[in-house]
């Protein structure tokens, strides 16, 4: 299946607001399985099935899960993973919580928010070691700081966390949100911006929109949440259920080890992995995710982070300012959110 451009990627922000938003976990998917891995399951009946959800149609972030799937890493480890997109992605927390899939990919925000409800999901491996989120606006806009959004429409997809966001960057460069408007355009982030609608856009990744927007003529410049104010965390994560961590951490294991691997490949290799997404998903974008992938190749392992670290330094740091903005409550355990000794030493043999 392939969604629409501008297709939400985050967006289990939007159910949480309340734990019955978690109450209903449906079953409906976009496939089974992709026709290659279809066949690799009849070839490899011995493989061990599992399901991953993740938060968006196949893109640059997902290219090392694929890369890893080509090269057999999974199959090595005795494995057959199912990635797929769910027909609402806002629900890989419901189901990755409630066992129906194994695996899913979500983002440190939404970890927290969904803990915060009473879903047992634990992140097992960060995917992206920074921030990317960030408010979009024309180059010629003239605006190059938060504090020349005062007087300004700010568009955004409606999330209470990305009000937080605009709240703590305007403050952070002497402004308060009171001086903006702030509109719901949904997830029209590039046709709100581009349209004139709004003055600057809310909630974009600056490894994706921007590059739409270029490639439809709209040159722009990206305000990043985290030099304004947001303390750094985890854009995307890996999580499991409790369950599985503590019944299955053999498979999360040879998971974890395989995936690394993917990833690694991929750094190494980016157009090897964007053949890979391509393969995997023909209706890709190319050239789109490969922008995309030189961007995000770096985010992978910022700041000299071996690949898929997690700290209690990050989760500590975040939750606090996340139940500063009232999103989360202050007695939250957050190291029960996280687990950060389960991704197998690089060069840790396949047994």
Known sequence: MRFPPLFSRRRVLALVSASAAFAAVPASRVTPFPPNQARALVQEPDLETISVALDWYPNANHAGLYLAQERGYYAEEGLAP???TPSDPTTVLQTVGAGRDTFGISYQTDVLLARAAGVPV???????QTPLQGIMVLTDSGITR???????????PGIPSQEAFLATMLEDDGATIDDVELVNIGFDLVPGL?????????????THEPILAEEEGYPTEILKVDDWGVPPYYEL????????VDDRPDVVERFLRATRRGYEDA????????????AASPDLNVPVEEAGIALLAPAWTAGDAPFGTQTAARWDAYAAWMAERGLIPADLDVA?????DLLPTAGTPVP
């Open 82 to 84: 199912d990635f797929y």
């Open 122 to 128: 634990v992140s097992v491996l960060a995917l992206v």
């Open 146 to 156: 938060p504090g020349d959004l005062v007087g300004k429409t700010v568009g955004y």
């Open 194 to 206: 581009a349209s004139g609608r709004v003055d600057a856009a809310l909630g974009a990744f600056w």
């Open 237 to 244: 994560v890996i999580v499991a259920s409790e369950a599985t």
């Open 267 to 278: 750094m190494a290799d980016p157009a090897a992995a964007i053949a890979a997404l391509r």
């Open 336 to 340: 029960a959110a996280w687990q950060g």
